[in-house]
């Protein structure tokens, strides 16, 4: 995943990336702090030093994801993991 959020990033065809989980990018369960947590926090990290949704790059990243039973939307503002927006 990380290898395409980065060629994304670097190509002129793209301006924008949708990530798809299954599960929510909020969701405790999935992301336990002993085991997959650091997975979640290098997505970010990567996400925000790439610049996505930013005047630095012009590139669009946002999440679609499931398993909430439910239909949100959150601007960015609240995720504090990638500050991106997640459907």
Not at 4 to 27: M, R, Y
Not at 57 to 86: C, R, V
Request: charged residues 25%.
């Amino acid at each position: 995943m990380k290898k395409e959020i980065k060629e994304a990033a670097n190509s002129s065809d793209i301006d924008g990336v949708f990530l798809v989980f299954g599960f929510p990018w909020f969701s405790e369960r999935e992301w336990k702090r002993n085991t997959t947590f650091h997975q979640k926090e290098e997505l970010a990290y990567l996400i925000n030093k790439i610049g996505y949704n930013t005047n630095r790059t012009n590139k669009f990243l946002a999440m679609i994801s499931g398993d909430t039973h439910m239909l949100t939307y959150d601007t960015g503002f609240l995720n504090e993991f990638g500050n991106f927006p997640i459907f």
